[in-house]
């Protein structure tokens, strides 16, 4: 019976763990200290669903346009309502034919 030395994969924390002590360390030629954000890093109260968050945003992506949300106009409106409708049929019709499918296996 042979006898063998039994060596543990390192887990995934050890791996990045691992990882960035080479990143951080002086023999990798990106050094931690050279790495700067691409704007100025501010606070920014940040709404969403009614509630309020304090977040840190660069002013790179403050220039991005603000998007106001349209209203659909009444032809847009009965587009929509097209599409509903062809889909709740579709699904109806889907759900006829697997129950068509399962009488017909239940027969055979």
Do not use: W
């Amino acid at each position: 019976m042979m006898k063998g030395i039994l060596k543990r994969s390192p887990s995934f924390d050890e791996q990045f763990a691992s990882k960035f002590a080479n990143i951080s360390n002086n023999h990798h030629p990106i050094k931690m200290n050279s790495i700067k954000p691409l704007g100025v890093v501010k606070k920014k109260i940040i709404r969403f669903n009614d509630s309020v968050y304090v977040g840190e945003a660069t002013t790179d992506y403050d220039r991005r346009p603000s998007q106001e949300p349209t209203e659909l106009d009444e032809e847009n409106k009965a587009d929509v309502r097209k599409v509903l409708k062809a889909y709740k049929e579709d699904q109806e019709m889907t759900r006829l034919l697997m129950r068509f499918n399962q009488k017909m296996n239940h027969l055979c």
